[in-house]
């Protein structure tokens, strides 16, 4: 799941080929690397695919499209203005389908009060916004380079926290990933034709 989720570092580049987007060589290889590192990082050796794992990947599709849709509206408004709107209308939006999918239990949102909070504020509010002030000045494939870290610091959050086992392979996807994204941040190299 976490590998399918971060397969937006290979799906943000391609639709933004038909948006008009050009994506360096250098990036390219680094897309391939981190998703090399996500791949070492995230399957095991009992790799299946299911049902879940197809909807996982769907909404892989639809995060880069609003990475893009970020990238694209974020340097032309405010970053907290535009946040403020994307969770009023995610408000409202989840607050009719709960209606018809889920079974509403005020008694079990009270016992959950705290993690939704967290989940709320720090995931979702903090987060977010974060994401859209930083991509004003930053390439969505980059920006979605960067965003794959997510899978990185979980799984140090694990190892740390809930004191899961890191195997070597997980150890060396974490590097690569972070070594790809290092790779895509170096300025480009001048030509001699240039100077």
């Known amino acids: 799941a976490g590998f399918i989720t971060t397969l937006y570092i290979v799906i943000v580049p391609i639709i933004g080929i038909f948006m008009g987007k050009k994506v360096s060589k250098k990036i390219w290889i680094c897309v391939i690397i981190g998703a090399i590192g996500l791949y070492l990082l995230s399957i095991t050796e009992s790799f299946t695919i299911s049902k879940g794992d197809l909807l996982i990947f769907i909404c892989a599709i639809f995060f880069s499209?609003?990475?893009?849709?970020?990238?694209?509206?974020?340097?032309?408004?405010?970053?907290?203005?535009?946040?403020?709107?994307?969770?009023?209308?995610?408000?409202?939006?989840?607050?009719?389908?709960?209606?018809?999918?889920?079974?509403?239990?005020?008694?079990?949102?009270?016992?959950?009060?705290?993690?939704i909070l967290y989940a709320a504020v720090m995931s979702s509010g903090v987060g977010y916004t974060?994401?859209?002030?930083?991509?004003?000045?930053?390439?969505?494939?980059i920006a979605s380079l960067i965003l794959s870290l997510e899978s990185v610091f979980a799984v140090i959050t694990g190892w740390l926290v809930l004191n899961e086992s890191l195997s070597t392979r997980e150890m060396l996807g974490c590097v690569i990933i972070f070594v790809a994204i290092i790779v895509a941040q170096l300025p480009e190299r001048k030509s001699n034709k240039a100077i």
């Open 65 to 115: 499209i609003h990475i893009l849709v970020i990238d694209y509206f974020s340097p032309k408004t405010d970053g907290v203005k535009m946040s403020a709107i994307q969770f009023f209308v995610c408000s409202i939006l989840n607050f009719i389908f709960m209606f018809f999918f889920e079974k509403f239990d005020l008694q079990a949102v009270i016992s959950a009060i705290l993690p």
């Open 130 to 141: 974060l994401q859209i002030v930083a991509q004003k000045d930053t390439d969505p494939t």
